[in-house]
């Protein structure tokens, strides 16, 4: 079983960057993606972006392409998402995600982490 944890989340102004983390245990060595998504209040889960750990192919939401870098590092089991040039509209709840099934979809995860709330102010 895999457990993810969030970390990074907080208070950032609008223009600004920040970067959350997430860590997975347990049986890590299953996991075939990873991504992040993004909850607004009163709305549903939306995608944000997902990486496929054993190729490093990205995918990215349009809303945060180019501005958002989502990675990887399987030597500490962690996922990272870089988020720069901040806007108001980011401002959500982020969970970490992941695949540790074959054939699923990056996007269709079935781990959750708990969340972490980014804030984006002006």
């Known amino acids: 079983q895999v457990r993810l944890v969030e970390f990074g989340g907080g208070s950032v102004h609008a223009g600004g960057s920040l970067t959350l983390s997430c860590a997975a245990s347990g049986d890590t060595y299953n996991i075939r993606s990873m991504s992040w998504f993004r909850q607004f209040p009163g709305k549903e889960r939306e995608r944000v972006a997902c990486i496929i750990t054993r190729t490093d192919t990205a995918y990215y939401a349009n809303s945060v392409k180019g501005r958002f870098t989502i990675s990887h590092d399987n030597t500490q089991n962690a996922l990272f998402l870089q988020m720069y040039s901040l806007k108001l509209e980011d401002t959500a709840i982020y969970f970490c995600?992941?695949?540790?099934?074959?054939?699923?979809?990056?996007?269709?995860?079935?781990?959750w982490g708990q969340g972490t709330q980014v804030t984006v102010s002006s």
């Open positions: 995600a992941a695949v540790d099934v074959p054939g699923r979809p990056c996007f269709d995860p079935i781990i």
